[in-house]
């Protein structure tokens, strides 16, 4: 039967239809709400650890009785670092059966780079500068962790990091803003999927929002000063983009913010997030920052934190127990409006509808599904192509690589080591479950003779997250062995590094050469040996000046996952192409930090004349050692000069680049073509250059492509004197090129 209905009239229907289900969704959140009594509020604000991992200061706090009989007397909203399908049901069955309402539990957890399978630390998996793939790996990192019983991760981790000795790095995207932004959206996606109330999806958690990145000289959880514009326009767009594509919670950082905690900063949380941007998730304080606006100096008691943070737009109290313990009196004394409140669990209720489990609160404890996901022949596939792909070739002097040679002596502390690749924030990883450098080589060329020598211990313990690091310092007794094994090969590798707990969080370093006395074993190794590949595992930017000015060949190998060992021998045989480039400048010295490829012209720019009077140290080259951007292939790749189709750019209208790459060898490879934009004068002092673009392709040998960039309004667009958002007309210069420091460039007028 054909319905002749008025167009108005069949959306209306659309409309009511589609209404129906997400207005039954939201009065079920509106219902459970009417019927809370407050103490049942505040229990939902509340979140415990509560397992065997402590990602933060404190006892065995989650053990306690106390906290036991408030999980089971409705006083707890969420918890974290609860593991396994079996542990999770039995924790749910108790909230939902022993409270009144039955409001059950999220569950959180820190999966930062895989959960079982574990992948490159953000920081070198974003070298690979492959959205799809890191949207990927963010994807089975979602599987695994949902089939465990967990439906909340807190990642992805966006802070703009341009310090190296802040030991977070590795948890990021690197220095740059636009990058950084794109990653997280990437990442986002990944976790969160298409549905979030899928068995097989999780609530990712923007974090840390905002300004960590900046704690001053990298020491963690350090004092941030900055103003504004810096503010809006480098650490702000990755939460911006990440809100835009509904992330489904923030984590407040602990830092402060100009004298302002983010966890009671009313600008973040009320006028940026909730205000202009009209957020609607939830936003959870990092562990314990709310009871830290005390040592912080700006609360006298929790009491006082409490009203703090939850006035300023902080919607759950992580590990602190501030809310648990103060909320009720503060609505008993009008110093929390019931508004306020309602809010805040409002959000917390939309989260667990988003996730299904009002519906269903056993949906995620499947323990016949967690069994047959963790570590799945394809997940560990995709963990060998995002290592590979992570791998960053720094120098390749005469063609050492791709190896060749019949007799290659593989030496270093970290060479036989199958846990350090897995890294920090290793989730749920099995200790030594990663493939170690030697296996990966043994295995992927079984026509060479590879003889080993640890050559000098590197972390003598504890390798964990609790306590400081030892490393060792003194006992050179392997050398010997090392020079020996150097001596009769055609080609050393040599595997050196950070151990895998020396960066992440609290692990900053003042200086971030390499550690212990790799150095000093190297540079003996040289002298009877100078065929030498430098494999690096580390969680940060390196000072490697000597090994810079004397290694032919140098690998950047980061923390590369489970499948570390294979992907480097894949790198370092030939099999694979190496295709990654620095998203973080290494600097030449600490000194020298920060160093960062956007930085401002200044009035005496370091480009300056050869009298003294302009902006460089005496005592440095002005120029980081690699820049943002660098990374070598197999491949010689050249380009053509850039052109625009036109020389004027009118608003509204996008103005397009053309260059052409061509591939001058016979090695296939990919290669990130990245497009920058300097905005010459502007209300404020804009970057020298701003990364704006960037394609990542296949040319084959001989070939040779053309990659055009669209270059829209919103590329040129930043947060301007007056802090609005939009272009500035004037000159602007146009450069593309392999990295921020080999750049062909034009421009235009924007009228
Ligand atoms: C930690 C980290 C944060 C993490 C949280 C829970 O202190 O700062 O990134 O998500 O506590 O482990």
Redesign the pocket.
């Known amino acids: 039967m054909k319905l002749n209905l008025p167009l108005a009239l069949v959306v209306a229907i659309l409309i009511t239809g589609c209404s129906n289900d997400s207005t039954k969704k939201d009065n079920k959140v509106e219902e459970l709400l009417s019927q809370m009594t407050l103490d049942e509020k505040v229990g939902q604000l509340n979140q415990y650890?509560v397992g065997p991992e402590l990602?933060?200061p404190g006892e065995k706090t989650g053990q306690t009785k106390v906290r036991y009989d408030q999980l089971l007397s409705g006083q707890v909203g969420s918890v974290?670092?609860v593991l396994g399908a079996k542990n999770g049901r039995e924790m749910q069955k108790q909230v939902v059966e022993n409270t009144r309402l039955g409001i059950p539990l999220v569950f959180?957890y820190?999966v930062i780079h895989g959960y079982k399978t574990i992948f490159p630390i953000p920081l070198g998996e974003s070298a690979s500068w492959d959205l799809e793939l890191m949207e990927a790996t963010a994807r089975v990192a979602a599987v695994e962790t949902s089939a465990a019983g967990v439906q909340w991760t807190?990642a992805p981790?966006m802070d703009v990091g341009r310090d190296p000795r802040w030991g977070r790095v590795m948890?990021g995207a690197g220095e740059d803003t636009y990058l950084g932004a794109e990653i997280a959206k990437a990442r986002v996606k990944g976790f969160q999927g298409s549905d979030l109330s899928s068995t097989n999806t999780i609530a990712a958690?923007a974090?840390?929002f905002a300004g960590y990145g900046f704690s001053e000289s990298g020491k963690d959880y350090n004092n941030v000063y900055m103003g504004q514009h810096m503010l809006l326009n480098t650490v702000i767009p990755p939460f911006k983009a990440s809100a835009a594509v509904g992330v489904a919670t923030f984590?407040n950082s602990?830092n402060d913010l100009d004298g302002i905690p983010s966890t009671a900063n009313p600008y973040l949380l009320r006028d940026l997030l909730k205000g202009d941007w009209k957020y609607d998730g939830m936003v959870v304080s990092?562990?314990n920052s709310v009871g830290e606006l005390i040592p912080h100096g700006v609360a006298r008691n929790k009491y006082e934190a409490a009203r703090m943070a939850i006035n300023a737009g902080s919607d759950m109290d992580?590990?602190g127990a501030a809310y648990v313990e103060n909320l009720k009196q503060l609505v008993e004394k009008g110093e929390v409006s019931m508004n306020v409140l309602d809010d805040a669990v409002r959000r917390v209720l939309t989260l667990k509808q988003r996730l299904g489990l009002l519906d269903d609160p056993y949906k995620y404890f499947d323990e016949a599904r967690e069994a047959e996901q963790m570590m799945k022949k394809e997940h560990l596939d995709l963990a060998r192509d995002a290592a590979r792909k992570s791998i960053v070739l720094l120098k390749n002097q005469g063609n050492l690589l791709p190896l060749k040679g019949k007799r290659i002596a593989v030496i270093g502390p970290l060479a036989k080591d199958k846990d350090t690749p897995i890294g920090n924030w290793r989730a749920a990883a099995d200790p030594n479950s990663a493939v170690s450098l030697f296996e990966g080589l043994t295995e992927g060329m079984p026509d060479v003779n590879f003889t080993y020598a640890e050559g000098c211990k590197l972390s003598i313990g504890p390798n964990n997250f609790a306590n400081e690091l030892q490393i060792e310092n003194n006992d050179r007794s392997g050398f010997a062995e090392a020079i020996r094994v150097a001596r009769s090969a055609e080609v050393v590798i040599m595997n050196l590094g950070e151990p895998a707990y020396m960066s992440g969080?609290a692990r900053s370093r003042s200086e971030i050469g390499l550690p212990g006395l790799q150095l000093e074993l190297l540079k003996e190794v040289y002298k009877v040996n100078k065929n030498i590949v430098l494999v690096l595992m580390n969680g940060r930017p390196l000072t490697i000046e000597w090994e810079s000015e004397n290694i032919p060949a140098i690998v950047e190998a980061w923390h590369l996952g489970s499948m570390a060992g294979h992907a480097i021998a894949d790198v370092l045989s030939g099999k694979y192409n190496p295709s990654g480039k620095l998203t973080m400048s290494f600097p030449r010295s600490v000194g020298q930090i920060p160093v960062y490829y956007n930085h401002k012209m200044t009035g005496r720019p370091s480009t300056g004349s050869n009298m003294v009077f302009y902006t460089h140290h005496m005592d440095v080259e002005r120029s980081p050692r690699y820049p943002f951007g660098y990374g070598l292939s197999y491949s010689i790749f050249s380009y053509s000069p850039v052109t625009l189709i036109d020389s004027v750019k009118t608003a509204g209208t996008s103005i397009t680049a053309k260059v052409t790459v061509t591939n001058n060898s016979a090695a296939d490879g990919e290669e990130v073509v990245q497009l920058y934009i300097r905005d010459v004068v502007g209300s404020i002092t804009r970057p020298v250059l701003e990364l704006k673009g960037f394609q990542k392709s296949m040319i084959k040998a001989g070939e040779s492509k053309e990659f055009t960039f669209e270059i829209t309004d919103e590329l040129l667009s930043f947060y301007r004197r007056d802090f609005s958002f939009g272009t500035e007309p004037g000159e602007f210069e146009v450069f593309v090129g392999p990295s921020s420091a080999q750049l062909q460039s034009a421009s235009f007028t924007l009228k």
């Open positions: 650890a990602t933060g974290l670092n959180g820190d807190f981790m948890e958690c974090k840390h984590m602990f990092d562990w992580m590990e969080e």
